[in-house]
């Protein structure tokens, strides 16, 4: 994904679709992040952000997770240009 720009899943706009490029974390936070389907290639949503801004809830495989921007800045996605869900 080289040729891609890349940019932390906590900065993507409400409504706009990115594809896990990579997770920057390491340890049982690493392992978490993976365990709720967060895995390069996955297509990721922010859908709602708390009235605070923190944390974001996002959609993700059919289902809806909420992160805090520090969990969410250890995420990199790209821009899905398609706007379609993928698998």
Do not use: H, W
């Not at 720009?5 to 997770?23: D, T, Y």
């Not at 805090?68 to 790209?78: A, H, M």
């Amino acid at each position: 994904m080289t040729d891609k720009k890349c940019f932390r899943l906590s900065s993507l706009p409400l409504r706009k679709q990115g594809i896990v490029a990579s997770i920057k974390a390491e340890g049982f936070l690493r392992g978490r992040l993976l365990d709720l389907g967060f895995v390069p290639g996955t297509v990721v949503e922010p859908i709602r952000r708390s009235p605070l801004g923190d944390p974001t809830a996002y959609r993700i495989r059919e289902t809806v997770i909420a992160l805090r921007s520090e969990e969410g800045d250890k995420i990199l996605v790209t821009l899905n240009k398609k706007g379609a869900m993928m698998p």
